[in-house]
C-alpha cells in the first residue's frame, strides 16, 4: 500500500509516515519495534544558551540588587527576556520583588 494511502488513514502527513517507515526498516525489525517508540523533540545540545557565566552573574544581581527583568536586563548586557528565563531556570522568578523583605530579601518578610 503507498505511503500517502497509510498516512491518510492514520490521519497523518505522507512525511511522517514515511519517516515511521524508515525508522521501522532501520530499527525496528526485531522484538519491541524500537523504530516506532516515541522520541523526545528536545534538543541534545543548545550552542546558543547562555553561558554559566552570566547566569551567574544575573543570579548574583538579582540577590543583591533585588531588581526585575527590566533593570537587571540593560545592566548585565542581556534582553530581559532572556534575565527572565534565567531567574525562572534557578527558581528566583517565582517571587515578585515587592514581596521580598527590603533588608533581608524573604519572602513574607514585608511591612
Partial sequence: MPV????????VSRQCAHRWGTRYDAEGE???EAGLVD???RPRRMP?????TVEAEVVA????H????????PEQGVAPRTVSRILRRH?????????????TGEVGMTV
Avoid: F, N, Y
Wanted: contains cysteine.
Fill in 39 to 41: 522520541r523526545s523533540s
Fill in 4 to 11: 500517502a494511502h497509510v498516512a491518510k488513514m492514520m490521519g
Fill in 91 to 103: 527558581q528566583l522568578a517565582a517571587t515578585a520583588v515587592c514581596d521580598c523583605d527590603p533588608l
Fill in 61 to 64: 544581581a538579582r540577590i543583591e
Fill in 30 to 32: 526485531g522484538e519491541g
Fill in 48 to 52: 546558543t544558551r547562555t553561558s554559566a
Fill in 66 to 73: 533585588r531588581r526585575g527583568q527590566d533593570w537587571l536586563g
